[in-house]
C-alpha cells in the first residue's frame, strides 16, 4: 500500500473492525467531542481520546500500513479507538500538523527500524527456488501422500453409505474431525475444509439429501485426483485447488492479467472455528467478468480491508488457474474511485442457467456471483424461507436462516439489484446497488 | 388418511429420493434402484460395490440437478403506499444508527422528535433496527417511531407480526382502541380543550376545584381529541389519563389533593413523593395532578436526600412539561455542592439527558468543576450525552454529501 496520505473512506475502515461490535463502538467515537490533540502529517494520524480510565487514551494510526498503536487495554486490534480515528478523518475532522508529535516520530521510526529486518517475501521464495531438483522431489513426495490419503478417504465414504447416514449423524463432529485431521496430515488441507463442512449439513429438513451430496462430491474428488494426468488441464487446476496443492502467489501474479474497472459490489465474512475468510467480489465493467479476493484472519488477527464494496479500481486482476476458477490477486492499481456504476440485474432464471454452467465446469463450484433484479418475499408461515422474486414471477428461495428485513425496506415489493451469492442451497444477498455498503447498512445486517 | 399423507403416498418418487433412502438407511440394509436414468444408471452399474456405485451415481446425479435446475415461482407482492416524507440527511441518518446501537431510548426519541418536527423521516436501512427498538418494552415512542416512518415504513411495520403493535395496527398495551373523528378541524378543537382543561388539573391540588361538570367535560374533549398531539403536548398517555378521570381513579387521586390542602408544604412534598412513587415506579396517572408549585420543591428535596436512586427515578420518569422544572431545580442543587458526589454521579447524566439548553450549559460548568479537581465524577458521561444532543442538532443542519 502506498504512503498516500487520503483519509479512507468509512466502508474501508469499517472493514478493518474485528467484529460488529467494535464497528459500532468506532462510530460512536467518531465525534469530535471525543478527541482532543489531534493531527495527521502525511500517513501518520495521532489523537487522544477520552474513554473509561482516569487519563486518554493515546492513538497512533499509520495509514501506509496499515498499523496502529493505542495505550487501551483492549487485546482487539484494531481497537475501537484506531478505528475512531480513521472515521474522523475520514471525515475531514482532522486538521494537518507541520510536523509529526515526538510520540509519533518514534513509534513510526521503531516501525521502519523492524521493517528494515524483515526480508522482503521475494526474497524468500527466490531462496526456495534456489534447488529445483528439490523442489521436485518435495512436490512428487506430497503427490504420493495426498494419493495414500484420498484412497483412506475413499475408504471412509463407502463405509458410511455402507453403515447408513442416520449413523453418521448420530456418531456426529467426532469422526468427521478425525477423518479430516488424517487429511492434513496427508497434506490435503481443502479436502480437510470440505470434511469439516459436512456436519453443518446434518441439521435441518433434507439433510440426508445434502448430506449425501456432500459425501459424493468428495468421493468424486477422490476420483478425478486418481485421473488427474487425463483430465483437461483447467479441469485438472481445479481438482488441485479443490485437493488443497498450494498455489504461489508469483505464480498468480505471472499468468495474464484480466484488465478492467473492477467495480467491488459486494462482501461477505465467514467465520470457521479458529479462522475468519473475507470473500470480496469483483465484477469488470467492460468485461462482465466476475473476481473474487479472499482474505484470512487467524487468532485475532486482522482482515484486509484495502478493498471493500463501493469502490471501482482500475486495475489488473489475475485469476487462479482452473476452470470455473472466480478467486484472483489484484495487481497493478491504477486509479481508485469512491463509487460504482449501474449494474443492470438479471433475472432469476438466467443466474440459475448461469450456476448450471458453472457446476458444468466445475462440478465442486458451491456459489456463484450474481446481481438480480427483484424484490423479496417473506415467508407466509413462521419459520419458513425467504425468497427472492424477479419481475417475471420466478423465484429462487435465500438461504436458511436468512431474514432479509433489510431488503425489503428498501423494495417493499418494487424490484431493487441485489448483489449476492447463488448457492446450491439458495441466494444469499449481500448489498443494495448501486450502493453495496450504504452507510446506515451493512450485509451484515443483512444476513444476521 | 389425510389429505397430506395420501399425496404424499401417491406422489411419485424420484430416482434421486430413492438414492437418498438407500443411502439414509446403508446399503447393507438396502439395494440400489435399478430404473435410474441416463447416464446416471450408468455410472452406478460401472461398480460391483453397493457402495461406491451409489456415491458415483449421487455424484452424477447431483451435477446433473444443479446444472439443470429450473427456478420455482412466487406471486406478486401487493403494492405498498409511496413514501410520502423527503428523508433526512446522511449524517443524521448515521448518528441515529450511532444512537440505535446504544442504550440511550431518550436520544433516540429526542433525535425522531427532531426529524419528524423538520418533516422528515428516516430512511428504510433503518426501520428494521427502529422497529425492533420500539416492540420491546423500554423502546422508543411508538407514535414518533411511526410519524418518522411514514406510511410506506409503517406499511413495513405491517409485514412483521413482532412490529405490527409499532405500526398502530394493534392498540399499544393497556391504551384502549379508539377511532379518530371524522373532522380534523373538530380534533383539533378538542385537543385545544382538552389541553386547556389539563392545565386547569394539574391545578386540582391548589385550588381544590374537583367539578364533576369539568371531569365529564375533560373526559368528552380527550376522548375526541388528536391523540397524537395530545400526548406531545402533555406526555401523558390518553388511556391511564381517561381512568383517572373516570369516578374511580378520579376519586383516589382526589384523595390524594384533598389531603394536601391543609398541610405544611413540606408534609404536601413528602405526600405527593411517596403518592408519585410506587414499587420503583413514578405513577402517569398521577403526574398530572401534581400542583405546578409542588414539582420544584418534591425536587429540591429528593435531589438533596439521600436517596439519589428515587431523585433520578423522578428525573427519568417525569414528563417533559414538568420535567424541565424539576431539572432545573435539580441542576441549581447539584451545582450548589450540597449533594454528595455519589448522588452527583447517579443524577449528572440523567439530567443532562433531559435538560434543555440553560441547564446544559450549567452542566457543562459542573464538568469543568470536575476536570478542576471538585471531587465530582461521572460527568465525562453527562459531557457525552450533551455532545450528542448538540451533533443531533448538527447533523440535520448538514446538507447531503455529493459522491
Redesign the interface.
Known sequence: MTGTGEAWPRERVLGLAPDPASA?AA??LA?P??WSHTGRHGDALWGSC?GSGSRPYQVLVDLSGPAWSCSCPSRKQPCKHALGLLLLAGDGRIAGAPALPPAAEAWLAARAERAGHAAPPAARASEALADPAAAAARAARRAERVRLGLEELDVW???Q???????LQRAGYAPVDQMAARMVDAQAPGVAGLLRALPARFVGEGW??R???H???L??LV?AHRRLDQLPADLAETVRSRVGYPVSRESVLARPAVRDSWAVLGYVDVQDLRLTTRRVWLRGQATGRWALLLSFAAGGAVLDGSVMPGVTLDADVHLYPGAGQLRGLLGTEDART??VGDVEGES??RA?AA???L??AD?WAERLPVVLRG?P??PERDGGRW?F?DVD?????LLAGVEA??L???S???PVEVMGEWT?DGFLPLGFLPHPL????SPQ?LTG | MSDTVAARTTAPVSA?DE???A???????RTLPVDLPEPVGRLARARA????A???A??G???YR???????????????PRQELDLAP?PA??L???LL??PDTALVEEWLRACTARGLGV???????LATASASAVGPDRALVGAALGQ??R??LA??PRWRPVAGTEPRSGVPARERPPQESRSAELTEEALVLVRVSRSLGRHRMVVDADRRRLRRAVEGADLDAWQRHTGLAPGPFLDLVAADAGQRAGDVVGALADATVAQRHAAWASALVRAGHVRPDLVGLVPVDAWGGIARDWVAGPDADRAALLLTAVPAPWGDDVADTALRHLASGRTSPAASRRLAPVLARRSPLTVRRAVGRLADQERAGSGVRGL?DA??VL??R??IERTFDTPEET?
Open positions: 459500532r462510530e460512536g465525534a467531542s471525543r477520552a465414504l463407502c463405509d453409505v455402507r453403515g447408513g447416514l442416520a449413523a440426508p439429501a448430506t449425501l451430496e459425501l459424493a462430491m468421493r468424486l476420483a469512491g463509487t432469476v432464471t440459475a450456476f448450471g454452467e457446476v458444468v462440478p424484490a418475499i417473506p425468497r422474486r414471477g420466478a423465484a429462487v428461495p428485513w433489510q425489503l425496506a428498501r417493499m415489493g418494487d446450491r450504504d452507510p446506515v447498512f445486517v | 434421486w438414492l437418498v433412502t443411502a439414509l438407511l446403508g446399503t447393507e440394509r460395490e453397493r457402495a461406491s451409489l456415491l458415483d449421487a455424484a446425479y447431483a451435477a444443479h446444472a439443470g435446475a429450473r427456478p420455482g415461482s412466487a406471486p406478486e407482492p401487493p403494492p405498498a446522511g441518518q448515521r441515529l444508527a450511532t446501537s446504544g430512511g428504510p436501512g433503518l426501520w428494521a433496527a410506506r415504513g406499511a413495513f409485514t412483521n465525562a459531557e457525552q455532545a450528542v448538540a451533533d459522491p
